[in-house]
T-cell receptor, first 115, second 112 residues
Framework: EAGVAQSPRYKIIEKRQSVAFWCNPI?????LYWYQQILGQGPKLLIQ????????DSQLPKDRFSAERLKGVDSTLKIQPAKLEDSAVYLC?????????????FGPGTRLTVL | KQEVTQIPAALSVPEGENLVLNCSFT??????LQWFRQDPGKGLTSLLL???SQREQTSGRLNASLDKSSGRSTLYIAASQPGDSATYLC???????????WGAGTKLIIKP
């Protein structure tokens, strides 16, 4: 079974530029999550999708971050404009069960550096 | 508000030792608890998931226990190997919402 795929793996941009990350979850997984992980900390949930609907985006900085999950499969996370404090690893995860209580499987992450 | 703590933040032991990693949480109303491993520059790998009704789960050299009443979980690693070097994170699902609440992790180094 293929795992969660993410691209790109690394991205370096200057502040005020825009960037987009892509995620393809495990086939058949209804729930998709985007996390931000700052070095030395646990992941912070940014947004959770159930199929193509948003379940929770309470910690998403909506003035600069946006995410979509068209057709309930792939998802993209965008930052525009980026700030220095956005430097982090962005992790995508998926789970089979709905309701967000299922075991989560993570992709390799995208390491973003904002200069 | 649920808080998850992992102590120590870092641990270095010689190869072959058995070791225990600790995870504590302040609110015992959890749905499940999950242990993850994170290698440098890589994503998180799920190791073990313990439902709130369970006391322990085992996978190979790993054994995770859960004591809800005391707000503690431990991850036991038997006969440690250099390949076990990684950061280990625990996370809990609350009964009341679906978010995972994360600890900051324990960075484990196994010396050959």
């Amino acid at each position: 079974e293929a795992g969660v795929a993410q691209s790109p793996r690394y991205k370096i941009i200057e502040k005020r530029q825009s960037v987009a990350f892509w995620c393809n979850p495990i086939s058949g997984h209804a729930t998709l999550y985007w996390y931000q992980q700052i070095l030395g900390q646990g992941p912070k949930l940014l947004i959770q999708f159930q199929n193509n609907g948003v379940v929770d985006d309470s910690q998403l900085p909506k003035d600069r971050f946006s995410a979509e999950r068209l057709k309930g499969v792939d998802s993209t996370l965008k930052i525009q404009p980026a700030k220095l404090e956005d430097s982090a690893v962005y992790l995508c995860a998926s789970s089979l069960e709905g309701g967000g209580m299922g075991e989560q499987f993570f992709g390799p992450g995208t390491r973003l550096t904002v200069l | 508000k649920q808080e998850v703590t992992q102590i120590p933040a870092a641990l270095s032991v010689p190869e072959g030792e058995n070791l225990v990693l600790n995870c504590s949480f302040t609110d015992s109303a959890i749905y499940n608890l999950q242990w993850f491993r994170q290698d440098p520059g890589k994503g998180l790998t799920s190791l073990l998931l313990i439902q709130s009704s369970q006391r322990e789960q085992t996978s190979g050299r790993l054994n995770a226990s859960l004591d809800k009443s005391s707000g503690r979980s431990t991850l036991y690693i038997a006969a440690s190997q250099p390949g076990d070097s990684a950061t280990y994170l625990c996370a809990v699902h609350m009964d009341s919402n679906y978010q995972l609440i994360w600890g900051a992790g324990t960075k484990l180094i196994i010396k050959p």
